[in-house]
Structure formats: C-alpha cells, structure tokens
C-alpha cells in the first residue's frame, strides 16, 4: 500500500486511519520496486489509500510506482486496486499510462447499502471507473472489481451489482465474507455459507466474469496471481 497509512476517507468496514495525510514521499516507488524484487515477486497488487487531498489524487504516484517495480522486475504482472480519482478522466489516464496489465477498483457493496458502507464514494461513480479504464484500454486491460458479503444485502441485490459491473465491462470479480475489525466498524449482518459462495460464483460466471474469485475468505488481492488467461504486455 503507498501513499501513506492515512486515509482523507473513513469507509465503516475499513480498519485503515482516518487522518490528514502526509506528504507524499518521493523515493516511495524505488523502495517498493527494490522491496519486489529482494521478494522475487512475479505478480504485485499495488494498491493506495484515498488522497482526496491531492490534485491528481496520488494518480502519478501509481504511475511512478508502476514504473520503478517493472524496471526492476522483468516479466512482473502489475495489478492496481485504486481509489475512484472522484472519477477523474486525467487521474485515471495517469494511472494507465503506467501500463498496469489489471486495474482493480473496488465496489464494495450494493447500491442500497453505499452510502452506509463507503466513504465519499458512490456507485455510479465506481462503475463509471471501470467502465473508463475499459473504453480507454480495451483488450489491452483486464478490469476487476470486488463486493463484500454480509452487510445486510439481499440476493437480488447482488446479482444486480454483479450485472452492473458486466455493463461496465468489468472483467474479473471477487466475492468474499465482510469481518468487523474493530466494535466501532460495521457489524457483520450474515455469515454467507460456503455452498451460498458457490452459487454466487456460478451466477457470476453465467454473466461472463472472465475470473471468479468467490468464498469466505477471499479479499480483493485473494490469489490473484491464479489469474492465468493471457496478460497484455506493456509496451
Ligand atoms: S477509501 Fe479505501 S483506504 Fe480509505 S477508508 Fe475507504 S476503503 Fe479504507
């Protein structure tokens, strides 16, 4: 995670602080690059807390750690999971012209249950995210997006957002079970059962989801390097 532990957003399932952020640090992407390499890591999940606080919202900041981890990576799969940018046409053009091969951006929950779940943030925008970096990059990116289960939604509802994310032509999507990290988060409203999971996944699958990542445990960054449909190569 760059850009700092500080968030300028306090969504009420995330454990991240909310505080008014420091500046950014300009030798975070060559730290990050040598930290991926000393790893020996074939496929990074680069990802950031909101800086609502900056004009570009940290976009150049992805695109100068994209940059720095694949000069000192050769063959590295590079996958970003990003804030909205407020949907910022200029932000999300930075980000991609780091050549990230998937770019992940989150929709956390069902339209009923946003403005209770994230902070700042809306549905409409998040799927206008996704659907940008897709017209902007076509074949040349895979889009992904992930939703959290538990929170009081109701299963039509998630089929819903599950059939938005494909109108937004979000190619891979993960499921995973909502946990509470603190008493003053969210409460979780329902543990979904692993065989709910299963049904989910094939739901998603039958709406044309390239990659399905669904069951209890699964984050956004859950295995992400089982991904194995050909990656576009940055140019
Ligand atoms: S914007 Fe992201 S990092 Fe910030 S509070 Fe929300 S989920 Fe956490």
Known sequence: MIAGDRCTRACGFCAVSTAK??????????RVAEATRRMGLKHVVITAVARDDLADGGADHFRRTIE?????????VIEVLTPDFLDRDEAIETVLAGQPQIFNHNLETVRRLTPSVRSRA???????VLGKVKAKRGQGIYTKSGLMLGLGE?????????????????????????????????????FVSPDRFADYKAVAQQLGFVHVASGPMVRSSYHADEFHLPLPMPV
Request: aromatic letters at 4%; proline letters at 8%; hydrophobic letters at 40%.
């Open 21 to 30: 952020p420091l500046a950014l640090e300009a030798d975070e992407p060559g």
């Open 68 to 76: 720095a981890v694949r000069a000192a990576n050769s063959g590295i």
């Open 122 to 128: 809306t549905y409409d925008r998040s799927l206008s």
């Open 154 to 190: 109701t299963e039509p509802e998630l089929v819903t957002a599950m059939e938005d994310l494909r109108r937004a032509n979000c190619d891979i999507l993960t499921l995973g079970q909502y946990l509470q990290p603190t008493l003053k988060h969210l409460p979780v409203v329902e």
